[in-house]
Nanobody, 126 residues
Framework: QVQLVESGGGLVQAGGSLRLSCAAS????????MGWFRQAPGKERNFVAA????????YYANSLKGRFNISRDNAKDTVYLQMNSLKPEDTAVYYC???????????????????WGQGSQVTVSS
């Protein structure tokens, strides 16, 4: 498995931007599809975005298209989530995930070869 560490969360005002980073170690980063989920207080975890092995294809939750952008830098073993025009309802813990298969990221399916990070809190104030 690959180990994942998220960073970049924090407190931001509505309308602002944040960029989350997820650094991977332990395995060949470019062999993993990557993605982001989020979980708001008292709610279930939801898919946010995913990117394929070489970063050429990205998928987003429909409600987030146009505001969020996922990217990866295989030379730095890092995946990013750029979040713009943030809203209070974007407040959640954001989790990074890795899996050899992109479909497992998109469906949030945990597998023995996949990994999930510990999460990074994002709070958007109104």
């Amino acid at each position: 498995q690959v180990q994942l560490v998220e960073s970049g969360g924090g407190l931001v005002q509505a309308g602002g931007s944040l960029r989350l980073s997820c650094a991977a170690s332990g395995r060949t980063f470019s062999s993993y599809a990557m993605g982001w989920f989020r979980q708001a207080p008292g709610k279930e975890r939801n898919f946010v975005a995913a990117v394929n092995l070489n970063g050429g294809t990205a998928y987003y939750a429909n409600s987030l298209k146009g505001r969020f952008n996922i990217s990866r830098d295989n030379a730095k073993d890092t995946v990013y989530l750029q979040m713009n025009s943030l809203k209070p309802e974007d407040t959640a813990v954001y989790y990074c995930a890795a899996d050899p298969f992109l479909e497992n990221i998109i469906t949030m399916t945990r597998t023995p070869r996949g990994s999930w990070g510990q999460g990074s809190q994002v709070t958007v104030s109104s």
